[in-house]
């Protein structure tokens, strides 16, 4: 296995951390099946203020216990059409930002959708993890065990 000592093997879920947008250690899934990684998210809006295009958001939602109603504002963002767990193409806002994973800190690109139905507001796709990660299904937060 090639290059497989400079990557961190990780369980099946974990706790991850968004420095730049205050959440810490939320639970995440890690899903090799989905491209790209998503964060829950509502109130998305975007609006037109002093001349820029800016995206509104509220991490998470009222039920969740990480929740705290800070209003987010990204004016470097953009829109991608992204097919769904159900196989539906969903247009949906993306944002870079930095993810910490253990010791691992990586800007990466982030899709923000409504998860309220799912279990897990994260979901850490293959393009976060192809040449960092190796997971191995059978465990869960060995992160949490370094």
Known sequence: MK??????TIGRREKVSFPDLGILNIDAKID???Y????HCHDMEVKQEGGKTLLFFKLLDPSHPEYNEQLLVFEDFTEKNIRNSFGDLERRYIIKTRIQMGRKIVKTSISLTNRDSMRFPVLIGRKLLKKRFLVDVEETYILNKI
Request: proline share 0%.
């Open 3 to 8: 290059n497989s000592k400079q990557k961190l």
């Open 32 to 34: 090799t099946g989905a």
């Open 36 to 39: 790209t990684t998503a964060l």
